[in-house]
């Protein structure tokens, strides 16, 4: 491949014909492979923790994100490398399994390919670093288990799901209202969850967004809104016990299917076609009166003469709502979409205990349109207010952690303490371990005791301290005293012992961090042969 340019400088790349294959094979592959993940990693850590730095990201039509949640910012990196690309995969898969945890995860397989990396070059082979690697994982497991505490929370004491929702969301952009939002999302998966069958479907929680406002003025609405308002302004701002006809065809007379002509030639013939097409009008009012439908949701527009006659007839109605708007109305109002007029019955209509409007900021066309109090559902909308869209939009991420790290407890309630403590305590145990493995696979093990370090190690490097010594001191005090709870001290509260702090993690987010990044780093360890040929 050569590079030449033009008269102006641009480049132009002159592919050669017939080009051979390149191929990175043996330990050179596997280096190549180590490198580029490294690299990822490498980028990732300086986001780890309460003080971690947050990341700009500008895509190449110009917009911008801000954020130090690790899997939106290796989902918006441009990453070319395919080995570099399994831990992007490695971040979304935590993330959609637990939904916290996607930076550490990321950290923990960048230090375990590191170490990888050292031991390949003292001789030993990858196959036999994997198997050690497995070992360390499994002991890593069940000593995060029986470390754990057991969560005890009930619906009429949720302080201890707010305190681990306020963990999450300590290195966030909210965290001047830290209180306010962790309650909002513990009400909002308490709302949806099914607590005999431990199960949360966040899909029944919606996160919109709003700009202006200050972040305090978030809100969490027992039911949907729709980025619509009432086609009508003399239409009423509130209708209770409203029964919704959900309709997908248009308020106006039938169309022909085909093209043809229309001479009227009289004013009598004016007439007559204007009395059919207010006929027409005028029974589609009825069907609705007959059914009992004081509330119209339409997923196509209707003219004024249409809306007139809804005003007319107590009837408030909302056009142009989207087809996803329209099926979750359906859903929590126990509702049926109408595809035509002939088609409404009182049995198809939805039943809310209020649809309103709720107003934002000073002009009069902000509005959006609350359906709530429905009984047939547990569906829960989070309003969020922010000065700008990326505000919000880092504010929606902030919450979605939050939600997830609450849906986690509620599967299981087991906790282990944060601040690093648990990466800690689980080195000292696997290199207790280790020393009675007779095998090669002991310096695997002690090696991902070793990564396991880099965790605590970047929460201090993020907070300004000495990652060295604050580490040593951590084991050694962990060692001395016996308390598996003494972490990084990242807020400069006085004490590292994160039981104190109420620093809490769901157990089930750390066992997976360490299982997925055991996982990835086996395939990325085991491939030795990276074949690539040049795109023509």
Known sequence: MNITFDEFGRPFIILKEQRQKERAHGLEAVKENILAAKAVALIISSSLGPKGMDKMLVSPDGEVTITNDGATILDQMEVTNEVAKLLVELSKSQDSEIGDGTTGVVVLAGALLAEAEALIDRGIHPARIVDGYELAAQIAVKHLKSISDSLDWSLENKEPLIKTAITSLGSKVVNRCLRQMAEIAVNAVLHVADLERKDVNLDFIKLDGKTGGRMEDSRIVNGIV??????????????KDAKICLLTCAFEPPKTKNKMGLNIKTVD???????????????????????GANVVLCQWGFDDEANHLLLQNDIAAVRWVGAIELELTALISGGRIVPRFEDITPESLGKAGRVSELAFGTNSKDKWLVVEDCKNSKAVTIILRGGNKMVIEEVKRSIHDALCVTRSLIRNNGIIYG???????CSLAISEAANNISTIEQYGMRAFSDALEAIPAALANNSGLSSIETVAALKARQIAEKNPHLGVDCLNRGTNNMKEQNVYDPLISKQQQILLATQVVRMILKIDDVITQERQ
Do not use: C, W
Request: aromatic share 10%; no cysteine; hydrophobic share 30%.
């Open 419 to 425: 601040g690093g403590s648990a990466e800690i305590t």
């Open 269 to 291: 013939d004016y007439k007559k076609l204007s009395e059919l097409e207010q006929n027409y009008f005028v029974d589609m009012i009825k069907r609705l009166k007959d059914a």
């Open 226 to 239: 729709i980025d619509k308002d009432f086609s009508h302004p003399q239409m009423p701002s509130e209708v």
